[in-house]
C-alpha cells in the first residue's frame, strides 16, 4: 500500500483532532448532568414561611383578663339553724330532797369519820351517803364514783337540795340546795355542814 504525503498529513491531523475534541468534550460538560438510568433527581422549590411579628406578642393584659373572664360567684350557702338556747330539763327527783337533807342534818356533829357505813360505828363520805339514802328506799353501793355513776349529771343551776356533790376519785356529800353540803369530812371530824371546799374546783352534781 502506497501513502502519499497527502494522505500521511490528513491523518496525522485527524490523530491530533480527535484526542482533543474529546478531552474538551469532557472538560466543558456540565457537572452533575451525567446520569445513569437507575438515577432521579429531584429539585424542590425552596419554601419561605413568614411570621407575624404581632404574633409572639402578649394580646391580653391581666385587665383585660379580669374583664374578659370573672370567675363564678360561689353558691350560696344555707345559714345553719341557730342552736336552741334552752336548758334540757333535768331528770326530776324521785324522792324528797329536803327531807333527805333533813334526815342527814341529824347526824352532824355526832358521828364520827371512819370507815363505817352506820351510825352505831362511823361514816365514810360514802357510808353517810349510803346510809341516808338507803333510808329512803334508794339503795347505793359505797365508793362515790360507784355512787355517782348511778345517777344523771345536772347543771348547778339545776341543783336541789339532795342532790349529791361529787369529786370523782375523791369525794362526795349532800346537796342543801343553799349552797352547802352536808358530808363525813376526814379523820377526826365528825359528820359535818359546811360550804363546799375551795381548794377542791367546782365539784358534779348528781341526780340520784
Given at each position: 500500500m502506497t501513502v502519499t504525503r497527502k494522505t500521511a498529513?490528513?491523518?496525522?491531523?485527524?490523530?491530533?483532532?480527535?484526542?482533543?475534541?474529546?478531552?474538551?468534550?469532557?472538560?466543558?460538560?456540565?457537572?452533575?448532568?451525567?446520569?445513569?438510568?437507575?438515577?432521579?433527581?429531584?429539585?424542590?422549590?425552596?419554601?419561605?414561611?413568614?411570621?407575624?411579628?404581632g404574633a409572639q406578642e402578649p394580646t391580653s393584659t391581666r385587665a383585660v383578663f379580669d374583664v374578659l373572664y370573672t370567675p363564678p360567684a360561689p353558691a350560696p350557702v344555707a345559714d345553719p339553724a341557730p342552736a336552741s338556747s334552752s336548758t334540757p330539763a333535768a331528770v326530776p327527783q324521785a324522792y324528797s330532797g329536803e327531807a333527805v337533807v333533813a334526815y342527814a342534818e341529824t347526824f352532824v356533829g355526832v358521828v364520827p369519820y371512819g370507815w363505817g357505813a352506820d351510825p352505831s360505828d362511823s361514816f365514810g363520805c360514802d357510808g353517810l351517803v349510803q346510809y341516808v339514802f338507803g333510808h329512803f328506799g334508794i339503795s347505793l353501793p359505797r365508793g362515790a364514783d360507784n355512787q355517782a355513776a348511778l345517777g344523771t349529771v345536772i347543771s348547778a343551776d339545776q341543783a336541789r337540795a339532795g342532790d349529791l356533790v361529787w369529786w370523782p376519785g375523791r369525794h362526795i356529800g349532800i346537796w342543801d340546795g343553799a349552797g352547802g353540803i352536808i358530808d363525813s369530812p376526814d379523820w377526826g371530824r365528825y359528820v359535818e355542814h359546811h360550804a363546799p371546799w375551795a381548794s377542791s374546783g367546782p365539784p358534779i352534781f348528781i341526780r340520784l
Amino acid at each position: 500500500m502506497t501513502v502519499t504525503r497527502k494522505t500521511a498529513a490528513g491523518c496525522a491531523i485527524a490523530a491530533l483532532i480527535v484526542p482533543l475534541a474529546a478531552t474538551a468534550a469532557f472538560a466543558f460538560s456540565p457537572a452533575g448532568t451525567s446520569t445513569s438510568p437507575r438515577t432521579v433527581s429531584l429539585v424542590a422549590a425552596p419554601q419561605t414561611y413568614t411570621v407575624a411579628a404581632g404574633a409572639q406578642e402578649p394580646t391580653s393584659t391581666r385587665a383585660v383578663f379580669d374583664v374578659l373572664y370573672t370567675p363564678p360567684a360561689p353558691a350560696p350557702v344555707a345559714d345553719p339553724a341557730p342552736a336552741s338556747s334552752s336548758t334540757p330539763a333535768a331528770v326530776p327527783q324521785a324522792y324528797s330532797g329536803e327531807a333527805v337533807v333533813a334526815y342527814a342534818e341529824t347526824f352532824v356533829g355526832v358521828v364520827p369519820y371512819g370507815w363505817g357505813a352506820d351510825p352505831s360505828d362511823s361514816f365514810g363520805c360514802d357510808g353517810l351517803v349510803q346510809y341516808v339514802f338507803g333510808h329512803f328506799g334508794i339503795s347505793l353501793p359505797r365508793g362515790a364514783d360507784n355512787q355517782a355513776a348511778l345517777g344523771t349529771v345536772i347543771s348547778a343551776d339545776q341543783a336541789r337540795a339532795g342532790d349529791l356533790v361529787w369529786w370523782p376519785g375523791r369525794h362526795i356529800g349532800i346537796w342543801d340546795g343553799a349552797g352547802g353540803i352536808i358530808d363525813s369530812p376526814d379523820w377526826g371530824r365528825y359528820v359535818e355542814h359546811h360550804a363546799p371546799w375551795a381548794s377542791s374546783g367546782p365539784p358534779i352534781f348528781i341526780r340520784l
